[in-house]
């Protein structure tokens, strides 16, 4: 019998009272990743177009090691590495270590970062800008937004440098079901600990989205489908063993996935998309809880 629903109260709070990094930071003002944050909370960063970078812009016109941040009693400088395109503050090349002040835009490659001071309640803004254009607000994974600019940011790399992706799409097995006979906020509790008992498998490259209602992607730069195939499996299992409750009850929760891989040189971002839904489509026609590539 379904169960009766009750209202779920949320409190708002002012964004200034909220907790936020006190420490300095770079914010993408223009470029990919628009209006993320890099908090610059240890003493050296690095900037670069390599992926061992800390703040990693990966484009041709930027060097693998392009610039250095240095942050000391409060003073950051930035600090061009020998780049073949330089380091720009304020619209003039950095020559020399040059302190940063408040406000101050650097550019690197085609993208723009602003510093911003610490101890700055704009650091805030931005972190709330960024969270609500890039990560949906139930799951705290990323949205489909920032999934199709991802997937394309992603393809042209594995172009560049003749490197595999794969892409798994997961679905929750007889989602209705739950919010039928467990309530809608049950189904919501449920959505959120997918998306969570999911991302403790990912690595800071990959990519988690909600792609939409029950539905999630996840994007896998350099795995191969042999790869992609057995990460599938181990969050199949992973979801399986899980014990998902709310206001008591148990739940049961399993998982269907389908696997594609880049397989040419040209590869479209809705191919790729379409191919791993037809193993999904197939995997859920095998009768679900489990995954087809």
Do not use: W
Request: glycine fraction near 8%.
């Amino acid at each position: 019998m379904p169960r009766k629903h009750t209202t779920a109260i949320t409190v708002i709070s002012k964004i200034s009272e909220r907790h936020v990094s006190r420490a300095a930071a770079m914010v993408v003002i223009h470029g990919e990743d628009l209006g993320r944050k890099y908090d610059l909370n240890s003493d050296e960063f690095t900037i670069g177009r390599s992926s061992k970078a800390d703040i990693q812009v990966d484009q041709d016109a930027v060097s693998r090691n392009h610039a250095r941040l240095t942050c000391e009693g409060g003073r950051v400088t930035v600090e061009d590495q020998g780049s073949t395109n330089g380091t720009i503050v304020n619209d003039q090349h950095v020559e020399t270590p040059t302190r940063l002040r408040n406000g101050d835009l650097v550019k690197i490659g085609r993208t723009i970062f602003k510093f911003i001071a610490s101890n700055n309640i704009e650091a805030a803004y931005h972190d709330e800008i960024y969270r609500m254009t890039t990560v949906d607000g139930l799951t705290q994974v990323f949205n489909r937004r920032y999934f199709e600019d991802a997937i394309e940011r992603e393809l042209s790399r594995s172009r560049r440098y003749t490197r595999p992706l794969s892409l798994v799409m997961i679905d929750i097995d007889h989602f209705k079901k739950i919010n039928d006979g467990f309530g809608h906020l049950a189904g919501d509790a449920v959505l959120k600990e997918v998306a969570g008992t999911v991302k403790t498998r990912t690595r800071r490259e990959d990519v988690l989205a909600r792609y939409g209602g029950e539905e999630f992607a996840l994007l896998l730069p350099e795995i191969d489908l042999k790869g992609a195939a057995l990460l599938a499996e181990k969050l199949r299992k992973l979801v399986e063993k899980h014990t998902f409750t709310f206001d008591g009850e148990v739940i049961p929760v399993t998982l269907s996935a389908g696997v594609a891989t880049v397989h040419k040189k040209n590869e479209d971002p809705h191919e790729l998309i379409g191919r791993a839904d037809e193993k999904l489509y197939e995997a859920k026609g095998a009768g679900r809880n489990r995954i087809a590539h």
